[in-house]
C-alpha cells in the first residue's frame, strides 16, 4: 500500500513570495490533515478536511494561508505571501473514517513532510 | 483550548538506562497516541490507549492512559540508540488530534 505523498521535500524562498505544498493521501482516506511543525516541537493542525470538506481550520492564518482539497483526494497548502515565522515542516496525514460519531481513534499516517525555509 | 504538555522536553542517557515521558493535560481525551518521529520523516505511531487506567506494552516499552484519561506515561526499559527520536503523545477529542510539545529522546551507545 502507498504511503501518504508530499511534494516538494525541501522549499526555500524569500520573505513575500509564495509557495504551494501537494498532498497525496493513502488511497480511501477520508480525512486529510495539514500541519505545521517547527523545528523540535510538536505538530499544530493548520486544517482538516473530510472528504473534500473542512471539519476545522481555527488555526489556519487565513490572511496568508488557504488550503483546499478537490475531489476528496489530493489537496494543496498555499502560503502567501510568506513571512520568516513560516519556517517550519508541513506535514500531511490522511486516516480511515471516523470511528463511533465524531470521536477519532484511528491512526494517522503521515507523508514526509515538506520543509520550508524563508529568508 | 486543548492542550497536551509533555515532559521531559529533551532526555539524553545512556544505552541500557530506563526512561519516562510524561504527557499531562487539563482537558479528557477519548484517547491517546504515541507516535515516534525520526528526523526528516513524518511520527510513526506506537499506539493507542483507549480506556481509563489502559496499560499496553510494546516490546521493551510500557503505555499507560491515566484513570481520569487527561494524562499518559510512555516508560522505555533498557533503552537502546535505535530508541533515539521525538517522542510525541496526540489526544483525541471532538472532530481531531491534537499534539503535545514533544519529548526528544537520546540514547548513546
Not at chain 1, 505544498?21 to 488511497?27: A, G
Amino acid at each position: 500500500e502507498a504511503g501518504v505523498a508530499q511534494s516538494p521535500r525541501y522549499k526555500i524562498i524569500e520573505k513575500r513570495q509564495s509557495v504551494a505544498f501537494w498532498c497525496n493521501p493513502i488511497s480511501g482516506h477520508a480525512t486529510l490533515y495539514w500541519y505545521q511543525q517547527i523545528l523540535g516541537q510538536g505538530p499544530k493542525l493548520l486544517i482538516q478536511f473530510q472528504n473534500n470538506g473542512v471539519v476545522d481550520d481555527s488555526q489556519l492564518p487565513k490572511d496568508r494561508f488557504s488550503a483546499e482539497r478537490l475531489k476528496g483526494v489530493d489537496s494543496t497548502l498555499k502560503i502567501q505571501p510568506a513571512k520568516l515565522e513560516d519556517s517550519a515542516v508541513y506535514l500531511c496525514a490522511s486516516s480511515q473514517s471516523i470511528r463511533g460519531g465524531r470521536v477519532y481513534t484511528g491512526e494517522l499516517f503521515f507523508g514526509e513532510g515538506s520543509r520550508l525555509t524563508v529568508l | 483550548t486543548q492542550l497536551l504538555e509533555q515532559s521531559p522536553q529533551f532526555l539524553s542517557i545512556q544505552e541500557g538506562e530506563n526512561l519516562t515521558v510524561y504527557c499531562n493535560s487539563s482537558s479528557v481525551f477519548s484517547s491517546l497516541q504515541w507516535y515516534r518521529q525520526e528526523p526528516g520523516e513524518g511520527p510513526v505511531l506506537l499506539v493507542t490507549v483507549v480506556t481509563g487506567g489502559e496499560v499496553k506494552k510494546l516490546k521493551r516499552l510500557t503505555f499507560q492512559f491515566g484513570d481520569a484519561r487527561k494524562d499518559s506515561s510512555l516508560h522505555i526499559t533498557a533503552a537502546q540508540p535505535g530508541d533515539t527520536g521525538l517522542y510525541l503523545c496526540a489526544g483525541s477529542g471532538t472532530y481531531k488530534y491534537i499534539f503535545g510539545t514533544g519529548t526528544r529522546l537520546k540514547v548513546l551507545a
